[in-house]
């Protein structure tokens, strides 16, 4: 079993649409939880940091469930340029910086 | 951009060979991690350097090696490379003791035949 698990996809909506992605992850000492945004054959960027209280920036909302061991990120109101693979993240070291990524859920914005 | 930059941006080797990639880490980091990503996964912890020592290593052979140098960049030698370790390389450089993100270069694309 994959120590971050996501599904893969493709989550195809139209501009405009919510879409929401869901992750688990088996490690219950896990203490730093981020999304990352990866387009195809660039480098991951961080999109936001995860926390139990929830957090929003923007369009963007992230939830951390650490009962369930459960992240989500959610997108309202799509663009085309969100079209990108979503990584869910996960740290076990204080400092946050080892960091072992889902295998990512590919978004695909269509107008 | 990131400030965090590598180099070759792509390498193609053969089974067998060795190969060496580096990377600056951004003004004012001292530790850099290396992952690698194969084509469809996420990215996966090899190992991070921190006051030039080994500092935390993931799941990968000891003929996965690194440096680090007093200037705080990084090398990743891989030797006896074999058709898997076919993947994007990627560093990413962050400061001890902080919180503050970390951030990844380009990577370099290595193919292996």
């Known amino acids: 079993r994959k120590e971050v698990e996501q599904d893969p996809g493709p989550f195809n909506v139209p501009e405009g649409a919510t879409v929401a992605f869901n992750c688990t992850y088996s490690?219950?000492?896990?203490?730093?939880f981020f999304w990352y945004r990866q387009d195809c054959r660039k480098e991951p960027k961080l999109l936001m940091s995860?926390?139990?209280s929830g957090n929003e920036d923007g369009r963007f909302t992230a939830q951390l469930n650490r009962a369930s061991q459960y992240i989500s990120l959610l997108i309202r109101d799509s663009k085309l340029s969100d079209s990108a693979t979503y990584l869910c993240?996960?740290?076990?070291?204080?400092?946050?910086?080892?960091?072992?990524f889902g295998g990512g859920t590919r978004l695909m914005v269509k107008p | 951009e990131t400030g965090v930059t590598q180099s070759p941006t792509h390498l193609i080797k053969t089974r067998g060979q060795q190969v060496t990639l580096r990377c600056s880490s951004q003004?004012?980091?001292?530790?850099v991690s290396w992952y690698q990503q194969a084509l469809g996964q996420g990215p996966q912890f090899i190992f991070q350097?921190?006051?030039?020592?080994?500092?935390g290593r993931g799941n990968f052979p000891p003929r996965f090696s690194g440096l680090q140098f007093p200037n705080y960049s990084s090398e990743l030698n891989v030797n006896a490379l074999e058709l898997d370790d076919s993947a994007l390389y990627l560093c990413?450089?962050?400061?001890?003791?902080?919180?503050?993100?970390?951030?990844f270069g380009p990577g370099t694309r290595l193919l292996v035949l």
């Open positions: 490690n219950s000492a896990s203490q730093s």
């Open positions: 003004s004012g980091h001292n530790t």
């Open positions: 995860v926390y139990s």
């Open positions: 990413a450089s962050s400061l001890a003791g902080s919180r503050e993100t970390q951030y």
């Open positions: 993240v996960v740290s076990y070291n204080n400092a946050g910086n080892m960091l072992t």
């Open positions: 350097y921190y006051r030039e020592e080994e500092n």
